[in-house]
């Protein structure tokens, strides 16, 4: 069974850094695409960073380019989502994803697996 579980959201102050871990469990995702979606009340679920870990294609939102860096650790099976100069627009709740095959999917539906979320809250 194939399980990505979140951690690392809180509550940080503008301007301060949080790092989120996604540790995937039941498969590795070694040549497919891990990603981060954010998601408010009320709005969409939007997608904040994705990598191709094959072709290390990468995708970022134009709001935290610049800001926020998706990595991973293979000996770990875990992604992380790096989040510097954090904005109270960032507030969401943040989700870990994964998606099968080439190139970096945007849509939500494009997304196989997901993790739970985690809450960042980001006060001004």
């Known amino acids: 069974q194939v399980q990505l579980v979140e951690s690392g959201g809180g509550l940080v102050q503008a301007g301060g850094s949080l790092r989120l871990s996604c540790a995937a469990s039941g498969r590795t995702f070694s040549s497919d695409t891990m990603g981060w979606f954010r998601q408010v009340p009320g709005k969409e679920r939007e997608l904040v960073a994705a990598k191709n870990w094959s072709s290390f294609s990468t995708y970022y939102a134009d709001s935290v380019k610049g800001r926020f860096t998706i990595s991973r650790d293979n000996a770990k099976n875990t992604v992380y989502l790096q989040m510097n100069s954090l904005k109270p627009d960032d507030t969401a709740v943040y989700y870990c994803?994964?998606?099968?095959?080439?190139?970096?999917?945007?849509?939500?539906?494009?997304?196989?697996?997901w993790g739970q979320g985690t809450q960042v809250t980001v006060s001004s």
């Open positions: 994803a994964a998606a099968i095959g080439w190139g970096v999917p945007k849509r939500r539906y494009e997304y196989t697996y």
